[in-house]
């Protein structure tokens, strides 16, 4: 009986930190600007996603991420290989839009895309 109980508290426990990083990871939630001409990707595995919000925050998740650090991340996502999924708030200044492009731009990462609903 004891083995039982060990095996069902570390699969809760498991389970709770399993929840906690899908939760972490997760993007934050924007209102996208919309196109006609919009495409979904197949896949999104190989990329890292930032959400930039209208007074230029940018969040990995829902962590807020500072411009030291962006740049930090930023590097280190193009010497993983991965590429740049960007969801700017519809209402974000291109200005704002520009501070992470160059960022990107600087650590090596030109594949990049802009994340928009798709209008009929």
Same mark, same amino acid.
């Given at each position: 009986? =004891? $083995? ?5 508290f ?9 929840? !906690?990083f899908?939760? =972490? ?10 196109? %006609? +001409? ?5 896949? !999104? %595995?190989?990329?890292?996603?930032l959400? #930039?919000? $209208? ?8 962590? +807020? ?9 930023l ?6 290989? #991965? ?9 974000? $200044?291109?200005?704002?839009?520009r ?5 990107? =731009? ?9 994340? !928009?609903?798709?209008?009929?």
């Amino acid at each position: 009986m =004891a $083995p039982m109980i060990d095996m069902v508290f570390l699969l809760l426990v498991f389970f709770l930190f399993a929840g !906690t990083f899908v939760r =972490a990871n997760n993007p934050r939630e924007v209102e996208l600007a919309g196109s %006609a +001409q919009s495409q979904v990707p197949e896949d !999104t %595995a190989e990329r890292i996603t930032l959400t #930039l919000e $209208p007074d230029g925050s940018v969040f990995l998740g829902e962590q +807020q991420l500072v411009p030291s650090a962006l740049a930090k991340l930023l590097r280190e996502a193009y010497a993983d290989g #991965l590429g740049l999924n960007l969801r700017a708030h519809r209402d974000t $200044p291109f200005s704002e839009v520009r501070v992470v492009l160059k960022l990107a =731009a600087e650590a090596g990462i030109h594949d990049i895309i802009f994340a !928009t609903h798709q209008l009929d």
